[in-house]
C-alpha cells in the first residue's frame, strides 16, 4: 500500500528556516497532486501549500513569499522550503498526494503522512 513519509520538522527561532521533505512509496504508479497541510492545537488543519502534476502552485496567504513548494516527479518526492519562521507557523505538518498504486491501479487515492512538529520559538 503506498505511503508517505514526511521528515525535516524541528525546534527554529523565529526568523529561521527549515525544509521539510515527503516521500511516497509503495508500490506506485503515478502520484497526482502533491501537498502540505498543517494544523496547530485547537485549531483544524490547513492548507500550507499545494502543487500539480503539471507543476502548478497554490499557497496559503499566510505563507506566500516564504515558503516554497517543490516536487520531483522522477522521486515521488515533495520538499516545502519554509523562509522567515513564524511563532504562528507553529504545528504539525502533514504530507498530502493523490496517488495511483498496483493495489489499486484504476484511480488516485488520498494518502496522509504521520506528520512532522515544527516549533517556532519567539
Known amino acids: 500500500q503506498a505511503q508517505l513519509v514526511e521528515s525535516g520538522g524541528g525546534l527554529v527561532q523565529a526568523g529561521g528556516s527549515l525544509r521539510l521533505s515527503c516521500a511516497a512509496s509503495g508500490s506506485i504508479i503515478s502520484t497526482n497532486a502533491m501537498g502540505w497541510y498543517r494544523q496547530a492545537p485547537g485549531k483544524q488543519r490547513e492548507l500550507v501549500a499545494r502543487?500539480?502534476?503539471?507543476?502548478?502552485?497554490t499557497y496559503a496567504d499566510s505563507v506566500k513569499g516564504r515558503f516554497t513548494i517543490s516536487r520531483d516527479k522522477a522521486k515521488n518526492m515533495v520538499y516545502l522550503q519554509m523562509n522567515s519562521l513564524k511563532p504562528e507557523d507553529t504545528a504539525v505538518y502533514y504530507c498530502n498526494a493523490d496517488i495511483k498504486s498496483v493495489r489499486d491501479p484504476y484511480r488516485f487515492l488520498e494518502r496522509w503522512g504521520q506528520g512532522t512538529q515544527v516549533t517556532v520559538s519567539s
Open positions: 502543487v500539480t502534476n503539471r507543476g502548478s502552485t
